[in-house]
């Protein structure tokens, strides 16, 4: 089962972005992930076609399995 880091960042323009991290630590916690995402938010990181990142908007871990049928 693989695993993606979701972080989800409202844009100085009203809009999303999101940055996605494959196979992140196991037991992450939301408090340790929006430790992370206010710190590129208040060093200024990133820039998006919709403007700077102002807020978080969602934290999520998404699981898939992939299933060789042949």
Not at 22 to 38: C, F, I
Not at 46 to 56: A, D, M, P
């Amino acid at each position: 089962m693989s695993k993606t880091l979701s972080m989800v960042f409202n844009t100085k323009n009203g809009k999303k972005a999101s940055i996605n991290i494959n196979n992140p630590k196991e037991n992450l916690t939301k408090d340790q992930v929006a430790t992370v995402m206010n710190s590129i938010i208040a060093k200024n990181i990133f820039t998006t076609v919709n403007g700077e990142l102002v807020s978080i908007s969602e934290i999520n871990m998404k699981s898939s399995d992939k299933n060789v049928l042949a």
